[in-house]
């Protein structure tokens, strides 16, 4: 049986895994670190998943009694009721809320804006996919289509939250970008191949040790911005391996980063600053948060490339050397790029498959930033 102890001691994996307790009761573990109480039954003659709460808030002691309570509805045959989209939407808030604030409050905002006056007040499982389609196009027709596609990426989040905890079996607001137009690409400011010499002499030469060991990583490990602000220590695993959480991924899928000797080298630097607390890139001002947003973007505006490099652009940097460069095949650059994989089939091999070639890609890429840290 559990404790708290051993669920306390449980680390999350690549993959979720259980933990059981007694009488069909587990701790479902996620990449994220996520652990919920779960028990699956029978219903109607199908399989379904019962999800109590998330530990630690629901402790040991009353999940069994939650478990108990819920068999004997069971046994009188009493069947849940179908919560509104509305309570839903809340619940899912509460679970989601993780990352900068700011882009809490923006999802928030989009979702009681454009979403909960049309069908917030509507049962789960009466919601079709017409109304989901009627939601994105109404704001579609607004003129936003960004924001269109941003709250249909919400609306599939949402209902997907819903089928985990068993609320429903399944439901149709996945996909929904499909009914939409396609959002105008914005492009990242990026140098030039032929200048990185300068500017990695320039990131070289950066008087603050914390900044300038920022943008090295940055560089190296080529992720998005808040990907890389939220790394905690505990984060990297097998010691040569970054695994960030699904809650900061764009795709929201786990995404592994091989770390080569050079970029442990600077993590190993970087902890001589931060090692004792929980971020790698702990803010100096703010306790238990890490650096602003704007902190390594600004330090590249004081080297003299404001307009002409973001923190963004390394992902650029990194695709265009490494697609015109490197012996690496475009499946695993874009792979490494976690960028999205159209092909579902395709994705799961790709997953599975690649690993080993993005470990020598890392290594790869790091030779080519070390050169061009020590060009003349």
């Known amino acids: 049986m559990l404790t708290n102890k051993k669920i306390d001691g449980a680390k999350p994996a690549l993959k979720p895994y259980k933990l059981s307790d007694a009488h069909g009761l587990y701790i479902h573990i996620l ?14 003659g199908k399989n379904k998943t019962k999800t109590f709460g998330q530990y630690p808030t629901i402790g040991v002691a009353d999940a069994r009694l939650m478990l108990n309570a819920f068999k004997l509805e069971l046994a009188q ?38 979403v909960i006056p049309h069908i917030g007040n ?25 924001s ?27 996909g929904l970008s499909r ?6 690409v914005k492009h990242m400011n990026c140098i030039a191949v032929e200048e ?57 899928k786990p995404h592994v980063v091989p770390l080569s000797n050079y970029a442990l080298q600077n993590l190993k630097e970087l902890s001589v600053y931060t090692g004792e607390y929980d971020y790698v890139f702990q803010s100096a001002i703010r306790r ?12 590249l505006y004081r080297l003299g490339y404001n307009g002409r490099m973001t923190v963004h652009g ?20 874009e792979r490494q790029l976690a960028h999205k994989e159209t092909d579902q089939v395709r994705a799961a091999y790709n997953r599975a498959e690649y690993l080993t070639e993005r470990i020598k890609l890392m290594d790869w890429w790091s030779e080519k930033v070390q050169k061009w840290m020590q060009s003349p």
């Open 179 to 184: 009914v939409l137009k396609n959002p105008k």
């Open 77 to 114: 045959g009493i069947k849940e009721a179908s919560i509104s989209f509305d309570t839903l939407t809340r619940e899912w808030l509460i679970h989601k809320r993780t990352g900068p604030a700011k882009q809490q409050q923006q999802v928030e905002y989009r979702l009681n804006e454009f």
């Open 314 to 333: 390394f992902r650029a940097l990194a695709s265009t050397v490494l697609n015109s460069e490197s012996p690496f095949s475009h499946d695993v650059i």
């Open 122 to 146: 509507r049962t789960i499982d009466s919601l079709k996919r017409a109304d989901f389609v009627q939601v994105v196009q109404r704001i579609q027709d607004r003129g936003t289509i960004e």
């Open 31 to 44: 990449p994220s670190g996520s652990k919920s109480w779960r028990f699956n039954y029978t219903s109607d």
């Open 196 to 252: 990185a010499g300068e500017l990695f002499k320039a990131i070289n030469n950066y008087p603050e040790p914390m900044v300038k060991l920022g943008l090295i990583l940055a560089a190296l490990l080529f992720v998005r911005t808040n990907e890389l602000r939220y790394m905690q220590w505990n984060e990297i695993v097998d010691e040569n391996i970054w695994v960030i959480p699904e809650s900061r991924m764009k795709m929201k």
């Open 288 to 299: 238990n948060k890490p650096i602003s947003e704007n902190t390594l973007l600004f330090a």
């Open 148 to 174: 269109a596609h941003r709250v249909g990426a919400h609306l599939r989040q949402i209902m997907d939250y819903a089928v985990d905890l068993g609320k429903i079996e399944s439901h149709s607001a996945s």
